[in-house]
């Protein structure tokens, strides 16, 4: 899953309203940020296969610290901890709020995997196969992307047009990325390419996210010149 996984987050953000959305979008894909890192250094492995599942090419044959079961529950009170400690408000909300979107990333991964997903170290291993069905999968992911954009836009509305222009704008841009990358995009040859790539994508939503933030920030009035 890729799109997908930001539908937590931006559900997210309408309950835990002072987390930055950028800090959500980082969590939505901690786990995977820690996957294409470990795949550049060696540490987990992938093959690419083209159409090896539906149309992905991903043979993730070895991902136990990423992906494995207990890993993610440690991974996502991590990255809640140290949001929570990070943040102002209310640091069990916050820590809640990060780390349940952090770990949505293994449940929904376990929708759409192959039995690929570790229940004990590289043992067990789980998954449901939507992706086998692309033409089904990715509707039920820019689905979810959308409905959490939904939630969030009427559970805190912005104050300012142009911030509720810039939320639709990057789910617009985050389903037509998702339609992209599934049937028309030309996957690296290496699984270290892909998993830079995967890095680049990541990092340039988390960007557009902070972007979002700024643009639904609300404006202080200007104060008007005295008079002379």
């Known amino acids: ?9 931006l559900a997210a953000k309408a309950f835990a309203k002072t987390v ?3 800090v959500l979008f980082v969590a939505a894909q901690w786990v995977d940020f820690l996957w294409a890192t470990f795949v550049i250094l060696g540490v987990e492995k992938v ?21 494995g079961l207990p890993s993610a529950v440690l991974l996502s009170l991590f990255i809640g901890g140290v949001a929570a400690a990070a943040l102002p408000g209310n640091r069990t909300a916050i820590l809640v709020a990060v780390a349940a979107t952090a ?15 570790p229940l004990i170290f590289d043992e067990m291993k789980v998954g449901f196969g939507l992706w086998a069905y692309p033409y089904v999968s990715v509707p039920v992911e820019i689905a979810l992307m959308f409905g959490g954009l939904w939630l969030y836009d009427r559970a805190a509305p912005s104050p300012t047009r142009a911030g509720t222009i810039a939320l639709w704008a990057l789910g617009v841009f985050m389903a037509a990325l998702q339609v992209q990358n599934t049937f028309f995009n030309e996957h690296p040859a290496t699984p270290e390419g892909f998993a830079q790539l995967s890095l680049f994508g990541y990092v340039l939503l988390t960007l557009f996210a902070a972007g979002v933030d700024y643009a639904r920030k609300e404006k202080a009035p200007r104060r008007r010149a005295e008079a002379l």
């Open 1 to 9: 899953m890729f799109i997908g996984h930001y539908g937590p987050a």
């Open 20 to 22: 930055p959305l950028w």
């Open 103 to 117: 770990f949505s990333h293994w449940l929904l991964d376990l929708v759409v995997h192959r039995p690929d997903l």
């Open 47 to 67: 093959r690419l296969i083209a159409n090896f599942f539906g149309m992905s090419p991903l043979d993730l044959f070895y991902m136990p610290y990423t992906h």
